[in-house]
């Protein structure tokens, strides 16, 4: 019904930079909150960043002032602009978005996930 495609992971240096990108297709009539959540085995999958689709936002204490996360209604895609990457933010990286499908039922969807890792 709804499929979230991520991409733009890979290997960093430290203090390196990336962006993530997560396009949404689907029976889709409307996507409300889009973010992105991260996973380790060691710990369990925790918030990074969301956004409404009024666009207010809201971040982990942890990535405040480094990522940026933002999106493109048109394009029904989500973006996570990751700056002065540091080790511990190592983790795959999934997108979720809150949507309301084309019959008026909310849905809850995931991607596949994305390794960032961040190594010298």
């Known amino acids: 019904q709804v499929q979230l495609v991520e991409s733009g992971g890979g290997l960093v240096q430290p203090g390196g930079s990336l962006r993530l990108s997560c396009a949404s297709s689907?029976?889709?009539?409307?996507?409300?909150?889009m973010g992105w959540y991260r996973q380790t085995p060691r710990k369990e999958r925790e918030l990074v960043a969301v956004?409404?689709?009024?666009?207010?936002?809201n971040y982990a204490d942890s990535v405040k002032g480094r990522f940026t996360i933002s999106r493109d209604s048109a394009k029904n895609t989500v973006y996570l602009q990751m700056n002065s990457l540091k080790p511990e933010d190592t983790a795959v990286y999934y997108c979720?978005?809150?949507?309301?499908?084309?019959?008026?039922?909310?849905?809850?969807?995931w991607g596949q996930g994305t390794q960032v890792t961040v190594a010298s």
């Open positions: 979720n978005a809150d949507v309301q499908l084309s019959l008026g039922i909310p849905f809850n969807a």
């Open positions: 956004i409404t689709s009024g666009g207010s936002t």
């Open positions: 689907g029976s889709i009539f409307r996507i409300n909150t």
